[in-house]
């Protein structure tokens, strides 16, 4: 018996596959999920999550957004969720570098504060799973 891995974007179903562990960015710090894990619901954090399925481990990139367990299943609600191997680490670094950018021209009072800091966020963890 193995956990069932769900990952859904606003666009696409990005994954559904059956794994022996789930790790995951929780917004309270990473966390990992094995068969028979008590349900629980968290919000993540944009960073990497990452997949094990015979022993090899698979690397996505998410966005943030939400994470639930249930009954042997992990479901991933991801703002934006990218295998590692697709990752183009070129536009990862300029999404990283711009963000970063346009971020130290605002205040933290600046309206669009947050959500630069949140695109400097996901910038980077597509570069961190991209292994760059």
């Known amino acids: 018996m193995a956990l069932t891995l769900d990952i859904v974007t606003p666009e696409k179903r990005v994954l559904s596959v059956q794994v022996d562990e789930v790790r995951a960015p929780g917004v309270q710090g990473g966390f990992g999920v094995r068969l028979n894990h008590e349900p629980f619901m968290t919000a993540l954090e944009p960073g990497r999550l990452t997949y094990v399925e015979g022993g090899r481990e698979h690397h996505y990139a998410v966005g943030g957004g939400f994470l639930q367990v249930a009954d042997n299943r992990v479901i991933v609600l991801a703002d ?3 295998a590692a191997g697709e990752i183009d680490v070129d ?7 711009d963000a970063q950018n346009r971020l130290l021209q605002l205040t933290e009072q600046d309206e669009s504060h947050q959500a630069e800091s949140a695109r400097v966020r996901r910038a980077a963890a597509r570069l961190t799973v991209a292994g760059r």
């Open 80 to 82: 934006t969720a990218e």
């Open 91 to 97: 536009r990862a670094r300029k999404a990283f570098e």
